[in-house]
């Protein structure tokens, strides 16, 4: 390999990746809640209380809480939210 392109594979390596989109993290995120909800909802619909109090509406709350939260930080500039999202859902380039 040539010394030139050897450099540049060199500061090809060396150089941060790039930042997530915002956009992707979230529908990662957004993707991930909506699995565990339509779980729940899954075991409470075949559950012979099916027709008494929806509890799953609990686990929705929460989720969209989470939801919101994290990636209302994140958008705010909350660098360290950022990261946690990146760290969790992967870089989204």
């Known amino acids: 390999m040539n010394p030139l392109r050897k450099e540049a594979v060199s500061q090809l390596n060396d150089s941060p990746q790039p930042q ?12 991930d809640a909506a699995l565990a909800i339509v779980v729940c909802i899954m075991i409470w619909a075949f559950s012979s ?42 870089n989204a380039y």
């Open 49 to 90: 209380d099916a027709s008494g109090y929806f509890w799953p509406g609990w686990v929705i709350l929460v989720a969209t809480l989470d939801f919101v939260v994290s990636v209302g930080k994140a958008a705010l500039g909350d660098v360290k939210e950022r990261g946690k999202l990146e760290k969790r859902y992967g």
């Open 20 to 31: 997530s989109s915002l956009a992707k993290l979230a529908a990662r995120k957004a993707g």
